[in-house]
């Protein structure tokens, strides 16, 4: 379909060999001269005033080398947004959550920097903590900011109007309500950051990041430098899924220490703090209303939804706003009204993940099923009247160009059997479907494009440099596939640099799904830009029009007569002696509504493209366990373009194993007074190799987005969020209970089915 | 408490060391060797990433002391390729897109590798099991256990069963390795 060379193709990853070799460097890897060991002082108290901090005794300390606490911060308070700026890095007036900063140590070792935190006494005066969203809106007690009346921290309304004039032209009403709880990334590599001053004066940082331009604006405010003297380096990243996008406190801790002390200083997180004191996923009550007209379309839908926000705001306006935008990209809607509340409570903070709102998702699909049921219609037809088509506008004003949301569902029926298999099934055995859809980017600023240079060296190879980041996911194999293939070079003759905020330009970040779709392209129109003008040389030289020659295998050549051709290398070389470098750069800045914002003006144009998935999950369920067996699973997504299945069918079943296998079997937080007691990996429930389903059926659909670099669009995201949605059908419609609390544990499967044993009876 | 001298045989050479009695092996392997392929992610022998050989055995480094490994044979993720050719296993890895973030990878590896060194063709349930003690959160172990699996049996109906030939399977110069 395409002559393509390298795009489009099975290609292994360029940074796996560095890694199955042991030699990938990751943070806590690394070794600097001289560096300390930094530890962090956690409240104890979940809200609680602050008296006195006294550091004496832990200073006094023989290999102490710094105890800073928020006294040395100068006040400054983070907060993605200026309307949010909620969170001092060290707290000077009181502690919000049980892990909340209050002081940091550099010493010559752990074991020292551990004894000084023992040795720093906090005075406290304890104050009544609230843990429940809704009971936080109804406390009377001190607020937790006392800026935010009633503890709501974000509050997103959206309303296209004509819902109550909808739902009274409405065939059939249901409301319902679903829950769930916290749940949490568990990176593979726990959190841990290398900070240290150079001779320079400048800020030097490593750690595993969402967008190394993300931490280094905020750390250059916080210190007062300018933005060329915080250097935020590469490094391999262990893993990120939403919740390293912004900067923490133990980034500016880390470097504080590193000040003070004139030497670089390493902290690394344990287990227990990589849950607790980065970020989770959000709580959430939510209630969907929703009307249809006799055949199913969706009239009228209103959506509430509570979520538990934690002590400070973090990405709070984003976190509220895309469970309800996925859903609106998802399904055409006649109109809708939502109103979404972010709630302060005394837990750790809640930020992005990867299934953003799993409890609404969920909701939302389930209830309709419901609908369907009532109107004897299948899933999958119910899915079809309401999907969202090409060219139509979601209800918050973003036009959908490229749009194949009905392939994804007729491709991942047929492949799954489906429609022999819906209400054909043997008791406690089950099939269900999900469908979702989530953006590309979001409009930021002027931080919302990204930008790429290509140089070549004499020897006919070339150094792109990008901001892009990879967490995991691939990014560093895209912009390689892609400078090979414009370029005309092999994979290994392209030196990347990438993720440094020295020498690459701002890019807005991997979270978002933006990475391939801005930072990308930006390599894509760099690469272009560079082979013009290897191009114009090779023209003269071969004596044709330079619109006549391709670039392929380390050649240029005219099209029609490959024979005619030159090395790249020689085009270098002959340019050079003709006093001009080949170099050339390239940006991207996705055409959105800037005056897009998501409290203020949550309408216009979201992103330039979506991606549409479709989950369909069959399981067996045992009555007498309440366990779960996944039979197989088909996932089919809309990702614009293919750039590299192997890659895509990675990220499908990554997404299988977080959003389905574990986000709505067995991964919950569970508190005991605002302490989570299942922070680490053996409470924990993650999926393990012998939990996943042995049949996993990936399914790439291609639409080829006008607006993506070779139509592409993005991977895996509206699979993890699709595939918790299926999971949840698949497990109701095998003990015939629609469920509506989230993660379905056996606990809960086990009383829905001796619920409804009890009602068949009464019948 | 005092440090004491200690010999430790690990990827057919041995290393002589100074050691605290309560030193895990773990931290010996990362902080006094440099053999940082050895991860540490739980630090309580649920995850995996720190698993090393003993004896062909794979073992929990964070819940070992390093005094207990010594007399033993000791293998880490450093000692599976010969100097810069790699095992087919690693190769099978890498061309069956089994690695992404890759912190799991190390003890992913010493475990598949203990696994087909006691039954070089394993089925695909013996591999689900013999890595169930190790946690990755990126792929699904789809790709994992087909690495594992077409190691020693390529399957012709594997489009990623054709070792070495690919692009990419060279070595590749990326920033920060």
Redesign the interface.
């Known amino acids: 379909m395409s002559d393509y060379t390298?795009i489009g193709?099975?290609?292994?990853?360029?940074?796996?060999?560095?890694?199955?070799?042991?030699?990938?460097?990751?943070t806590?890897?690394l070794?600097l001269p001289g560096m300390l060991v930094g530890k962090i002082k956690r409240s104890p108290h979940a809200h609680a005033r602050i008296v006195n901090i006294d550091i004496s005794k832990a200073m006094a300390l023989d290999g102490v080398k710094s105890v800073v606490t928020g006294k040395d911060t100068e006040g400054v308070k983070w907060g993605v947004f200026a309307y949010t700026r909620d969170q001092e890095f060290i707290q000077t007036q009181k502690v919000r959550y049980i892990g909340d900063e209050v002081a940091g140590v550099a010493a010559v070792d752990e074991e020292t920097a551990l004894k000084a935190l023992d040795l720093i006494d906090v005075e406290y005066e304890e104050l009544p903590p609230v843990f429940d969203p809704m009971e936080a809106m109804a406390s009377e007690t001190e607020l937790i900011h006392e800026d935010f009346p009633n503890n709501v921290n974000i509050h997103v309304n959206i309303d296209t109007g004509n819902v109550d004039e909808n739902f009274e032209k409405a065939h059939y009403i249901r409301e319902d309500t679903y829950v769930a709880p916290e749940e949490s990334?568990?990176?593979?590599?726990?959190y841990a950051i290398v900070a240290r001053f150079d001779h320079e004066d400048c800020l030097e940082v490593w750690c595993p990041n969402g967008g190394p331009h993300m931490k280094s604006k905020p750390l250059s405010n916080a210190f007062k430098i300018p933005l060329h003297k915080v250097k935020i380096?590469?490094?391999?990243?262990?893993?990120a899924?939403g919740g390293r996008s912004e900067i923490c406190p133990v980034d500016y801790i880390c470097a504080l220490l590193a000040k003070k002390t004139k030497k670089p200083v390493k902290i690394e997180f344990?287990?227990e703090e990589n849950t607790i004191a980065t970020r989770q996923g959000h709580a959430m009550i939510t209630t969907h209303k929703t009307g249809v007209d006799k055949e199913g379309h969706v009239l009228a839908r209103e959506t509430t939804c509570y979520m538990d926000g934690g002590a400070y705001s973090s990405t709070g306006p984003i976190a509220t706003s895309v469970p309800f935008l996925s859903m609106e990209q998802a399904y055409r809607m006649g109109s809708v009204r939502y109103n979404g509340y972010r709630v302060y409570t005394n837990k750790p903070i809640r930020g992005m993940i990867r299934t953003h709102g799993r409890g609404f998702a969920c909701g939302l699909d389930t209830q309709l099923d419901i609908i369907a049921d009532h109107l004897g219609i299948d899933p999958v037809e119910m899915r079809l009247r309401n999907s969202r088509q090409p060219g139509e506008y979601t209800s918050t004003k973003s036009f959908v160009d490229s749009c194949a949301m009905d392939e994804t569902i007729h491709k991942a029926v047929e492949k799954s059997g489906f429609k022999e298999k819906w209400g054909k099934l043997p008791p406690f055995h089950g099939i269900g479907i999900g469908t979702n859809s989530v953006q590309t980017g979001f409009p930021m600023g002027i931080r919302g494009g990204s930008q790429s240079f290509i140089k070549f060296n004499e020897d006919g190879e070339a150094t792109v440099m990008s901001g892009v980041v990879d967490?995991?996911?691939?990014n560093?194999?895209m912009l390689?596939q892609i400078a090979a293939e414009e370029l005309g070079l092999?994979?290994?003759d392209?030196?990347?640099?990438?993720?440094?905020t020295e020498t690459t330009s701002s890019d807005p970040g991997s979270y978002s799904q933006v990475s391939t779709f801005v930072g990308g392209q930006a390599v894509q129109i760099a690469a272009k830009n560079c082979k013009e003008k290897l191009f114009a040389v090779a023209a003269k030289v071969l004596k044709v029009e330079p619109k006549t020659l391709v670039a392929k295998n380390r050649l240029i050549f005219v099209k029609d007569d490959p024979e005619k051709s030159i090395s790249i290398k020689k085009v270098v070389r002959i340019s050079l002696l003709n006093f001009t470098s080949v170099n050339a750069e390239g940006g991207y800045w996705p055409k959105v509504d800037m005056k897009r914002e998501w409290v203020k003006n949550p309408y216009g144009q979201m992103c330039e493209a979506f991606s549409f998935g479709t989950t369909i999950v069959e399981v067996k369920v045992d009555p007498d366990t309440g366990q779960v067996e996944v039979l197989e699973v088909t996932a089919a997504q809309d990702v614009g373009y293919g750039l590299n299945p192997?890659?895509l069918?990675?990220q499908?079943?990554?997404?299988?194993?977080?959003g389905g296998?574990g986000g709505m079997l067995t991964e919950y937080h569970e508190w005991k007074d605002g302490r989570c007691i299942n922070p680490?990996?053996?409470d924990y429930k993650?999926?393990?190799?012998?939990d996943?389903p042995?049949k996993?059926n990936s399914i790439i659909v291609e639409s080829i987005d006008p607006k993506g670099p070779y139509g592409a669009k993005e991977a895996g995201m509206s699979i993890a969020m699709s595939a918790a949605q299926g999971y949840s059908a698949a497990v109701s419609n095998a003990i015939g209970v629609f469920m509506d609390s989230f993660p379905l544990t056996p606990d809960k499967i086990l009383t829905a089915i001796k619920n409804k044993e009890k009602q068949d009876q009464k019948v | 408490m005092e440090k004491i001298l200690i010999t430790l045989h690990i990827n057919d050479k041995p290393c002589e060391v100074m050691v605290y009695p309560n030193d895990t092996l773990l931290e010996v392997l990362?902080d006094e060797l440099?053999?940082?392929?050895?991860?540490?992610?739980?630090?309580?022998g649920?995850?995996g990433?720190c698993t090393i050989q003993m004896d062909g055995k794979p073992v929990r480094s964070c819940l070992t002391l390093a005094m207990e490994a010594q007399g033993t044979r000791i293998k880490?993720?450093?000692g599976?390729?010969n100097e810069e050719e790699?095992s087919d296993l690693?190769q099978s890895?890498?061309?069956?897109?089994a690695?992404?973030?890759?912190?799991?990878?190390?003890g992913m590896?010493i475990s598949a590798d203990a696994l087909l060194n006691e039954n070089p063709r394993p089925d695909?349930k013996t591999?689900?099991?013999a890595?169930?003690?190790?946690?990755?959160?990126?792929?699904?172990?789809?790709?994992?256990?087909e690495a594992v699996a077409h190691t020693n049996n390529p399957q012709e109906s594997c489009?990623?069963c054709i070792t070495g030939s690919?692009?990419?399977?060279?070595?590749?110069?990326?920033?920060?390795?």
């Open positions: 390298i193709k099975r290609m292994p990853r360029v940074d796996s060999r560095a890694k199955v070799m042991g030699k990938a460097k990751f806590a890897d070794k990334y568990f990176q593979a590599e726990p380096r590469k490094i391999t990243i262990g893993g899924f344990t287990r967490n995991g996911q691939g560093d194999n390689v092999l994979p290994e392209i030196h990347l640099v990438s993720a440094d192997l890659i069918e990675g499908f079943e990554g997404s299988i194993a977080m296998q680490t990996m053996l993650l999926p393990l190799a012998c996943m042995p996993i | 990362r440099d053999l940082t392929g050895s991860k540490e992610s739980c630090g309580e649920v995850c990433s880490t993720v450093e599976l390729a790699l690693q890895f890498i061309d069956h897109g690695v992404q973030c890759g912190f799991c990878t190390p590896l695909k591999i689900r099991k890595l169930a003690g190790n946690i990755c959160r990126c792929t699904g172990y789809a790709k994992i256990i489009p990623d690919k692009t990419g399977s060279k070595p590749n110069k990326i920033q920060g390795e």
